[in-house]
């Protein structure tokens, strides 16, 4: 064989190993099932795939990811679990912005912590809209990539910001157009009462982790703050911050139910509440205590329970806003019912 044979045959390999390569990394996302979300307080919205995780904020926004690792890899962007996108829809208000001041505001935000492209003139839901891509650098090879869209109707902002890591954002284009074509404008407060935004939904979502599962309410928030010697914290919160409950599991290091409930009748009262009732209760057919308390320095009320199992201490705490009491203790029962314990 020649050696403009040869040359011409390394050629064609290097190139096929190129186009091989690139067909390799291509993955184009399906649509799928879609379910939407509508915001409670300012009716924006927003259509996605139906298996996402939610994250919502009522009254602000909704953050929706790709899957549970996907919203953990977020939190943590240099960690090992699998890397995700999200979609993420909110208001704001314009502080007698322009939708061109509003964008260039929105740009100097993005540019504090990301590298930001030219804006581009776009439209959201008919409407006139600026897009931004920007790109995030995570370290030497990891980047996230995305982009916000800003549109201005009767005087609310409303936002959709996407995002995924290296090539994911490509992949999910389907997904993020399809997205982008039913957002739902948000609009200002006016039939809806704060009351009514208060109450917590009739309709369920299913919480399943690895030491329990818990149904609440829709338009509650779960969050999963970190805290020393816990092995889970989890928190739901509805429109009201005074009015959630929380999940700790940690090691029992061998107590038992009351000497728990007697180490934390102290710490109550230190930190400001009034103990006005002791009982006994059970939790997922586990011997629980109960001990119902006052806040001292404001109107909240609130509920401990207390159960041991496998060496696991559960502590629930319900709090809720003293004058809304007969609204939020019943869904709050029905929460602890619910709870079904792993270890």
């Given amino acids: 064989m020649t050696s403009r044979s040869l040359r011409l045959l390394f050629l064609f390999s290097a190139g096929m190993a190129l186009v091989l390569a690139s067909c390799a990394k291509k993955r184009v996302v399906q649509v799928g099932e879609l379910e939407s979300y509508q915001d409670p307080a300012y009716s924006f919205g927003i259509s996605y795939p139906k298996d996402w995780i939610k994250d919502p904020e009522v009254g602000k926004r909704i953050k929706i990811y790709s899957s549970f690792d996907a919203r953990d890899r977020f939190l943590d962007p240099t960690g090992s679990k699998p890397a995700g996108v999200y979609i993420e829809i909110g208001i704001d208000t314009t502080r007698g912005q322009t939708l061109d001041s509003y964008a260039k505001a929105a740009e100097k935000d993005l540019a504090d912590v990301s590298t930001v492209s030219a804006q581009e003139e776009t439209t959201l839901g008919g409407v006139q809209a600026v897009k931004i891509p920007f790109a ?123 000497k728990v409930v007697a180490q934390n009748e102290t710490i109550f009262q230190k930190a400001g509440y009034k103990i006005k009732k002791k009982a006994l209760a059970t939790i997922d057919d586990n011997k629980a205590a109960l001990i119902d308390l006052t806040y001292t320095k404001g109107e909240v009320d609130s509920r401990a329970y207390f159960t041991v199992k496998g060496n696991k201490l559960y502590f629930i705490f319900l709090t809720w806003y003293r004058p809304q009491s007969t609204m939020y203790i019943p869904t709050f029962e029905k929460m602890v019912s619910s709870l079904k314990i792993k270890s």
């Fill in 136 to 258: 995030t650098k995570i370290d030497s090879r990891n980047e996230l990539r995305g982009y916000r869209v800003v549109a201005l109707k009767d005087n609310v902002v409303t936002y959709v910001e996407v995002a995924g890591f290296n090539e994911l954002l490509d992949d999910y284009k389907a997904v993020f157009d399809t997205a982008l074509t039913t957002v739902r404008f948000g609009r200002l407060m006016t039939a809806k009462s704060k009351e009514d935004i208060s109450k917590p939904a009739e309709t369920i979502e299913i919480y399943k982790g690895k030491f329990f599962d818990i149904a609440y309410p829709t338009n509650f928030e779960p969050k999963f703050p970190q805290k020393p010697k816990t092995d889970v914290v989890m928190e739901l919160t509805g429109y009201r911050v005074d009015c959630k409950v929380e999940i700790e599991v940690s090691d029992a290091k061998n107590l038992t139910v009351d």
